[in-house]
C-alpha cells in the first residue's frame, strides 16, 4: 500500500502561492498522484492528478520530481475560500488509490 | 456534485435500530464506494464495488453491509446502530480509464447521529 505523509496544517494569506508537500517513498512504477480539495461537511473534491514532471489546470500545479517520491501541489495567489483540507492520494485504479489520509489543513488569513 | 445524491441527508436514530443509507448516481460509473468521516480524521473505506456483482469490504467494514442494486445505486445498511457509528458518510463514484488512472466524484454526505 502506497503510504503518503503530509503536514497536518499550514496557514497562508491571500494572494501568496502555497506549496504543499506529499512524501510517497514506496509509490509504484504503475501509480498516479491525486490531490483532492475538502471542504467542511462535504465530499472531497478532484483537483489535479500526474504521473511525472508537471501538471497544470486551471486551479493548481502539480510537480513531481524525477524519482517520484514526492509531490507538490501548487496553489497560485490563494484566497479565502482556498481554506480547506488537501489530500494526497497514490494509486492506480485499485483499492490502493482508496486509503485518504488526514490531509493537510490550508488555512488561509486575510 | 449534484450527479452523486445521497439520501436521507440528515438522520437521527436510536441504538439497535436498522438503517439504510442510499445513494444513486447519473455518471454512469461501475465503481461505487462507501466512506465514512469522523471529526477532524480523513476518509475512511467501508465497502467499495467495481460492478454490480463486484462487493468488497474497505478497511473498516464490521458493523455494516451493502447492497450494489443496479449500477447506479449502491445501499449502506447498519443493521444495528451503536452510537460509535455517528459519523459523516459519503457515496462515491469513479471513472477507471484506460491509461489506469481513477477519479473519484463524492456524494453531499449523509450526516448520521446514532442515541
Known amino acids: 500500500l502506497a503510504k503518503t505523509t503530509q503536514p497536518i496544517s499550514m496557514d497562508s494569506y491571500e494572494g501568496q502561492e502555497v506549496n504543499i508537500t506529499c512524501s510517497h517513498n514506496n509509490i509504484a512504477t504503475n501509480d498516479y498522484i491525486t490531490w483532492y480539495q475538502q471542504f467542511p461537511s462535504q465530499g472531497p473534491r478532484f483537483i489535479i492528478q500526474g504521473y511525472k514532471t508537471k501538471v497544470t489546470n486551471e486551479v493548481a500545479s502539480l510537480f513531481i520530481p524525477a524519482d517520484r517520491k514526492s509531490s507538490t501541489l501548487s496553489l497560485p495567489r490563494v484566497s479565502l475560500s482556498d481554506t480547506a483540507v488537501y489530500y494526497c492520494l497514490v494509486g492506480v485504479g485499485s483499492a490502493r488509490q482508496l486509503t485518504f489520509g488526514s490531509g493537510t489543513q490550508l488555512t488561509v488569513l486575510p | 456534485d449534484a450527479d452523486v445524491t445521497q439520501t436521507p441527508r440528515n438522520r437521527i436514530t436510536k441504538t439497535g435500530k436498522r438503517i439504510m443509507l442510499e445513494c444513486s448516481q447519473t455518471k454512469g460509473h461501475d465503481r461505487m464506494y462507501w466512506y465514512r468521516q469522523d471529526p477532524g480524521l480523513g476518509l475512511r473505506l467501508i465497502y467499495y464495488s467495481f460492478d454490480v456483482k463486484d462487493i468488497n469490504k474497505g478497511e473498516i467494514s464490521d458493523g455494516y453491509s451493502v447492497s450494489r442494486q443496479a449500477q447506479a445505486k449502491f445501499s449502506l445498511s447498519l443493521e444495528s446502530a451503536i452510537p460509535n457509528q455517528t459519523a459523516l458518510y459519503f457515496c462515491?463514484?469513479?471513472?477507471?480509464?484506460?491509461?489506469?488512472?481513477?477519479?473519484?466524484?463524492f456524494g453531499p454526505g449523509t450526516r448520521l447521529t446514532v442515541l
Open positions: 462515491a463514484t469513479s471513472d477507471f480509464s484506460e491509461r489506469g488512472t481513477d477519479t473519484q466524484y
